[in-house]
């Protein structure tokens, strides 16, 4: 079973506080990983993939990759309240296996004001 | 983005009926696929679709069947829907310029009763 694993939380940060979310995968043949945000009763919204090692920046967002590790990373800077929410880390099965995204259970992250 | 659509929103149904959910796209992607979310078990995949009249299963298809007669609507249905099925169902596309990332329609919450 190919697994993606992420530390479930509650993770607290302060309001303006870097917020670090964390996800491990045993499939080493995965090439891209995602990011997705989730409020409560929203469905999921990807925020950002990374396919390769190094870090990816997008407005506040980060996203690490090490493969050697099989570690990916989320970083929120000047996280705000609005942040709040469940983040699912995510990798994609090659096209033989049809594209399919494995997820991990997810992380709660409360930003507190 | 892309439009997606899912149906019913909501739905109670009784023990041992068939239930049918609707996933609809406007933008021609060619894989779809059906997930289900359960606290403490994240999204996992019941079925998913590579072209019309293509299919396969996913980690947890017992009780399930899918249908795509047309690239457009993937169907998703509950054979004699039982109370382990009661969830939120989400249904997504794989988009290309996303990395083959998905995009989710806005979730199905079953009851069965």
């Known amino acids: 079973q190919k697994e993606v694993e992420q530390n479930s939380g509650p993770l607290s940060v302060p309001e303006g506080a870097i917020a670090s979310l ?28 990374i396919y390769s090692n190094g870090d990816k920046e997008d407005g506040r967002f980060t996203a690490q990759l090490n493969k050697a590790s099989q570690y990916v990373s989320l970083l929120i800077r000047d ?35 | 983005d892309a439009g997606i659509t899912q149906s019913p929103r909501h739905k109670v149904t009784e023990t041992g009926t068939p239930v049918t959910l609707r996933c609809h796209q406007t933008e021609n ?68 310029d996303k990395n083959y990332g998905y995009t989710f329609g806005s979730g199905t919450r079953l009851t069965v009763v």
């Open chain 1, 22 to 49: 964390n996800c491990t995968y045993s499939d080493q043949g995965s090439q891209s990983f995602f990011w997705y945000r989730q409020y409560s009763g929203k469905s999921p919204e990807l925020i950002m993939f």
């Open chain 2, 29 to 96: 992607h060619r894989y779809m696929y059906w997930y289900r979310q359960d606290p403490g078990h994240g999204l996992r995949l019941i079925h998913y679709s590579y072209g019309v009249k293509d299919t396969d299963k996913g980690e947890v298809s017992d009780g399930y069947s899918v249908s795509r007669s047309k690239t457009e609507d993937f169907l998703l249905t509950l054979e004699s829907a039982t109370s382990s099925q009661t969830s939120v169902y989400f249904c997504a596309i794989s988009e290309s």
């Open chain 1, 79 to 113: 996280s705000q309240p609005s942040d709040s929410a469940t983040y699912l880390c995510a990798s994609r099965q090659s096209r033989e296996y049809g594209n399919k995204l494995v997820f991990g259970a997810g992380t709660i992250l409360r930003v507190k004001s």
